[in-house]
């Protein structure tokens, strides 16, 4: 019986190899199609990425400079209303703001009128007279003396120089004829902005930095990290090397695993109905803000240890039992150093995810307007993203490139952790 013949059965139905091979162009064809369809995927994935990235840095990097206006300012003790050089509270209430006005009517005597010159008057911002204060405290001997200073331009001023708004934005057809007579004169320039990196929130764009967030969020995390790694670590090894299984470890397994799906403004309500109003600890402070994120990171934690205590081999227990060591010694200088990495991956991916947090630090106080560096963990203090929301709330147009500056500021760090995870699984990983 040759190969034709056994193609067909005996009663004339077709085969099942005649059967397979009428539908394998169809599912070769399908498979194709899903191919394509899992590259389509992938390519608006990495679009949509590089879009929203891109966006942001466009948005964002106009935030790293700032304008300055140059001026020739006398330190007139008559303009300052000072009679004694050596009295330090004097210094600090001169009246520094009539040093700008002057240089400015200086600079534009032809400018007159109180509308005009008020105009005149705001090109420059408020943080000139920060400034000239902190110069004539630090050296009286400014006195009397003329000083060319570039001077920071105000928020509208800013905008408008890195916008190129044609016209004009918020400002006058004067003032935009006074900028173009500083512009061709060589007293406008654009700087790196310092601020942003060196100074506290403010009302001002110009004036507005992100230190005070990011010292607050440095201390929120560093409570986050003391309380949540320990006791994640305990939990874990106790849970899967120690507790006997019965429905008491069951249910806390269940519960361990729900409370990690748990919305994070559940435990904003948490940590203000304990924390502070049971406690008594103050509000938008790093303390209770670590306090609360540490209650969410803490089952992100002990799910990855229980994950890496499992993966390693029994064989390690089994030896190390077998050679006299006790329970306790089989974990701690076995299992644990073997499954330490994994815990380390885990707890930083659960800072990541604490340090991007919003929502459960609202619930605590921590959305308050905080001028003030914190100095401690019970200081007055606000995060990073908590910054941003306040930021992108603002109606100030100088505002917006500041919140695109401190998102990028804020993903810079949460790769960077995300990084540093991947570096230490490379590093300590061992296969078996």
Same mark, same amino acid.
């Given at each position: ?15 099942? +190899?005649?059967?397979? @091979? $009428? ?5 070769? =064809? ?11 995927? &992938?390519? =608006?994935? +990495? ?9 942001? &840095? ?14 020739? +300012? ?25 040093? &700008? ?29 920060? $400034? ?18 570039? /001077? ?27 900028? @173009? ?40 995390? /560093? ?15 106790? %849970? ?18 729900? %409370? ?10 948490? #940590?203000?109905?304990?924390?502070? @109003? ?10 209770? #803000?670590? /306090? ?29 039992? *077998? ?16 499954? %330490? ?22 619930? +605590? ?10 100095? *401690? ?14 930021? =992108? ?6 505002? =917006? ?7 990028? &500021? ?14 230490? $699984?490379?590093?300590?990983? $061992?296969?078996?």
């Amino acid at each position: 019986m040759n190969s034709e013949t056994t193609a067909t059965v005996s009663d004339g139905r077709p085969s099942t +190899i005649e059967l397979v @091979n $009428r539908t394998l162009k169809k599912r070769y =064809a399908a498979e194709r199609r899903f191919r394509l369809y899992g590259l389509c995927s &992938v390519a =608006a994935a +990495i679009i949509f990425l590089v879009w929203l990235l891109g966006s942001i &840095v466009l948005s964002g990097l106009p935030a790293f400079q700032k304008t300055f206006i140059q001026l020739d +300012i006398t330190f007139d003790p008559d303009v300052l209303d000072i009679s004694d050089p050596e009295d330090s509270g004097q210094l600090r209430t001169a009246n520094y703001e009539g040093l &700008v006005k002057e240089a400015l009517k200086a600079r534009f005597p032809d400018v007159k009128g109180r509308s005009d010159r008020r105009s005149l008057y705001s090109l420059v911002s408020d943080g000139a007279v920060y $400034r000239l204060n902190d110069m004539l405290r630090n050296n009286p001997d400014l006195l009397n003396t003329a000083q060319s200073l570039w /001077l920071v331009a105000d928020d509208d001023v800013d905008v408008y120089f890195k916008e190129g708004a044609g016209d004009g934005g918020r400002l006058n057809e004067k003032q935009l004829s006074w900028l @173009n007579v500083l512009v061709e004169s060589g007293d406008v320039d654009q700087r790196f902005n310092w601020t942003l990196l060196t100074a506290g929130d403010s009302r001002e764009p110009e004036l507005a930095g992100i230190r005070g967030a990011l010292v607050g969020s440095f201390y929120t995390l /560093l409570v986050t990290l003391l309380l949540s790694f320990p006791i994640g670590v305990a939990a874990s090894v106790y %849970l899967e090397e120690f507790a006997p299984r019965n429905k008491w470890t069951d249910l806390i397994e269940v519960n361990i695993n729900n %409370l990690a799906a748990v919305p994070s403004i559940v435990f904003g309500l948490l #940590g203000l109905a304990v924390f502070i @109003n049971f406690f008594g600890l103050p509000r938008s402070a790093p303390l209770v #803000g670590g /306090l609360v994120l540490t209650l969410m990171t803490l089952p992100t934690i002990v799910i990855a240890g229980r994950a890496a205590i499992k993966s390693v081999p029994p064989s390690i227990r089994q030896a190390a039992l *077998g050679i006299g060591a006790s329970k306790m010694q089989t974990v701690t200088h076995h299992v644990l150093p073997l499954a %330490l990495p994994g815990m380390l991956t885990g707890t930083i991916i659960g800072m990541a995810r604490a340090l991007g947090e919003t929502a459960p630090l609202l619930m +605590i106080g921590m959305v308050a307007f905080i001028v003030d560096i914190p100095d *401690g963990f019970l200081a007055p203090a606000t995060a990073l993203p908590v910054q941003i929301f306040l930021w =992108a709330d603002s109606p100030e147009r100088g505002f =917006a490139a500041l919140t695109s500056a401190a998102i990028m &500021v804020l993903l810079v760090f949460l790769v960077s952790m995300n990084l540093l995870a991947v570096l230490l $699984r490379k590093r300590f990983e $061992r296969r078996w």
